[in-house]
């Protein structure tokens, strides 16, 4: 018997460290918006958790928030990296309150800053900087775009974050023509292609156009929609502009390249591989939220 306990206490006391070795994960999803199968944070950062669980549960403790939960200030504290899938502009949830300067206090010490889609985009007088300094660059209007497009990712940098991935092609809406810093300090673009000049067919706006970008398509220029960057601080930041089509999460490279960056913010290895996961048809369905024809009747659409 007492043999039994001693090793019970020494497994105790290894699986105790082995658990501090983990890398803390804080995944924040945003508030339902747009129709069924897109802009799903909340179903998409649940199939992303359950993922780096199957494929690097040894290396990560993940908690998530949904519909634009905000993390206590003590889970941040221990966070490694946060990673943030949400709507963004003014409503983005880390623009509120006082949460940007929360954030700041945490990315002094080095930890990681991860933003999928439209959650690449704070506003121009609140977080613009701050997202610029902790992922090395974000969507601003009248500079940025975000038009539909059918993108095709043949290359890729020898980076940790492209290990495993093999060339993929999908239709996303993929930004591009981000406000970088600049010379693209410590920027490293992931995710690069050639626009399509119907990527331009919008007419000048916020989010549709401008002289400058226009030009650039039109002289071909790679735009980049996805990119990594360090800090001096010695933290990690990474901006993935996909993710508008819920679907889109099914393609097993581009789900590879964000469980892979998520990791790389944290600091933790990545795979030679990348990051091994498999989603079923029935993991693409779970915890879709409940919108007019996805669950919610058509007629919850007028309020009746």
């Given amino acids: ?20 070795d983990k890398k803390s994960i804080v995944m924040i999803a945003g508030k339902p918006s747009h129709g069924p199968g897109q802009h799903e944070h909340n179903a998409g950062i649940q199939l992303l958790k359950k993922c780096l669980e199957q494929g690097a549960a040894d290396q990560v403790d993940i908690k998530f928030h949904l519909n634009g939960e905000w993390p206590s200030q003590a889970e941040l504290s221990g966070a490694d990296t946060v990673v943030i899938y949400s709507d963004g502009g003014g409503g983005h949830p880390a623009l509120q309150e006082d949460r940007l300067a929360q954030l700041d206090k945490e990315m002094k010490r080095g930890c990681g800053f991860l933003t999928l889609h439209y959650a690449v985009e704070p506003t121009i007088e609140k977080g613009n900087k701050e997202f ?23 290359e890729f940098p020898a980076h940790p974050i492209t290990e495993g991935v093999k060339p993929f092609s999908t239709n996303d809406e993929w930004y591009f023509y981000m406000r970088f810093r600049k010379g693209m300090k410590g920027v490293t673009p992931i995710l690069s292609d050639v626009a399509p000049d119907s990527t331009m067919d919008r007419p000048d706006g916020h989010h549709g156009g401008n002289p400058a970008v226009r030009e650039s398509v039109k002289n071909k220029e790679k735009q980049h929609v996805a990119w990594a960057c360090e800090r001096a601080d010695g933290g990690r930041g990474f901006g993935f502009t996909g993710g508008h089509y819920h679907q889109g999460w099914a393609n097993n490279d581009q789900r590879k390249l964000v469980l892979n960056a998520i990791l790389w913010t944290a600091k933790t290895k990545v795979p030679a591989d ?31």
């Fill in 1 to 20: 018997m007492k043999h039994l306990l001693t090793l019970l206490f020494t497994f105790s006391l290894v699986s105790s460290a082995f658990s501090a």
């Fill in 132 to 154: 610029i300094d902790w992922m090395g660059g974000a969507f601003e209007i009248n500079w940025s775009v975000n038009p539909h497009w059918d993108a095709n990712f043949k």
């Fill in 274 to 304: 990348g990051v091994a996961s498999i989603v079923t048809e029935e993991d693409m369905k779970a915890n879709l939220d409940l919108k007019p024809g996805q669950g919610l009747p058509e007629k919850a659409k007028k309020g009746k």
